[in-house]
């Protein structure tokens, strides 16, 4: 069986899909978000579909560049730039959180720019969620408020009710969810893997586009497929970890595995930071809210969370050891401050500890691919 046909997979190809269509078909409603710290499942028990916004195969931002000015991080600009040219049209609503001070700034630019009518001719409701930067229980506390607000929000724009219930079986849906998704991460970390850091990639866009009941039974059809699937040896390539900025796009994985690596692990948002958790377990079921926020809050961090630099290299540490991996690509999209200091600090602290290290700056869509290919290779000559 071969990955690079598998329909699911090339669904990460595009931003729209025939399950989309579909829903909409329906009459059901889409809610489009940026970022991994929004309650999916909030919106999945109000019977919306949560809809993960990239800008995958936008190679210019002209549009977005009259709005934004060069220095703002391009993969928000490219989103913009889709957005202000409809692409995005088949949501309901967007939900913008304070990730970083680029995508707040969305939110400001979609109100001013996007939701005119001169763009768009229909009602977008617009949600956003305010996040503190520090993890401690007053943080917490105010993350569930703004939770709480969140499902009034809701009940009140989609005239629905989201009792525990209905939350609770969203939950077990997404709790699942992830558990596929790290069984898959276990048939890519092995010594001899069945799946590329490409296909992983792929996987998790297209996980993060469709209903999530349709997205488990793809999962676990993959996951059946696979068993046929020989294992690959890849002994002859460096294993690689990817770690930073969002990657949205196979282009710049593809260019990484066709330089002689393995992207055998990552520490992105389309990736293990999407089901990398040890609390799923935390449910009780008596106050859902509570037990979702404690998950999104208390998981493993992105840097957006200023006091948490340690447990994020905790985590790299260990799973460079699970993956075996030889080297470490440290990538950030130019001017992302977030990823920029938390990579500049990883980059002395995997040194010390004899981890071969490249720090890269990139745009969101890599366009000068040569230059990028060619420092890609000569850390693939570095390490032994
Ligand atoms: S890549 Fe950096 S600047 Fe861009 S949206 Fe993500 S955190 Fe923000």
Not at 68 to 76: L, N, Q, Y
Request: glycine share 4%.
């Amino acid at each position: 069986m071969n990955l690079k046909d598998d329909p699911f997979l090339n669904m990460s190809n595009s931003i729209i899909n025939s399950y989309i269509k579909d829903w909409q078909a329906s009459n059901k409603k889409i809610i489009g978000y940026y970022c991994t710290y929004i309650p999916e499942e909030l919106l999945h028990a109000a019977g919306i579909l949560p809809y993960r916004i990239r800008a995958t195969g936008n190679k210019d931002t002209e549009l977005a560049d009259t709005y934004m000015v060069r220095f703002t991080c391009s993969f928000v600009r490219a989103t913009l730039d889709l957005a202000l040219k409809g692409v995005y049209n088949f949501m309901d609503g967007f939900l913008i959180c304070n990730s970083c001070d680029h995508s707040r700034r969305m939110f400001e630019l979609f109100d001013l720019k996007v939701f005119n009518k001169e763009r768009i001719d229909k009602k977008i409701d617009r949600f956003y969620l305010s996040i503190p930067h520090i993890i401690t229980e007053e943080g917490l506390n105010w993350y569930l408020k703004e939770i709480e607000e969140l499902r009034e929000e809701l009940e009140l724009a989609y005239d629905c009710e989201i009792p525990n219930e209905k939350l609770n079986h969203s939950i077990d849906i997404y709790d699942q969810n992830r558990k596929l998704l790290r069984d898959l991460h276990e048939l890519q970390i092995q010594e001899f893997p069945k799946i590329t850091g490409t296909e992983a990639l792929q996987i998790s866009m297209a996980n993060a586009s469709v209903p999530k009941e349709i997205a488990n039974e793809e999962l676990k059809r993959i996951l059946k497929d696979l068993e046929k699937k020989e294992e690959m040896d890849v002994s002859s390539k460096k294993r690689i970890m990817l770690v930073g900025s969002v990657v949205d796009n196979i282009d710049f994985t593809q260019l990484i595995e066709n330089s002689g690596a393995f992207i055998a692990s990552d520490f992105i948002c389309f990736g293990t930071r999407n089901f990398h958790d040890s609390l799923d377990n935390i449910d009780s079921g008596a106050n859902p809210l509570k037990d979702l926020t404690k998950r999104l809050y208390y998981r493993i961090s992105c840097p957006r969370m200023m006091d948490d630099h340690e447990n994020r290299l905790n985590f790299l540490t260990e799973e460079i050891n699970n993956a075996n991996i030889d080297g470490v690509i440290l990538q950030h999209i130019n001017n992302c401050d977030l990823h920029g200091c938390d990579n500049m600090l990883y980059t002395h602290e995997l040194k010390e500890l004899d981890i071969p290290v490249l720090n890269v700056d990139r745009e969101s869509y890599q366009a000068d691919t040569t230059r990028m290919q060619t420092r890609i290779e000569a850390f693939m000559e570095m390490i032994k």
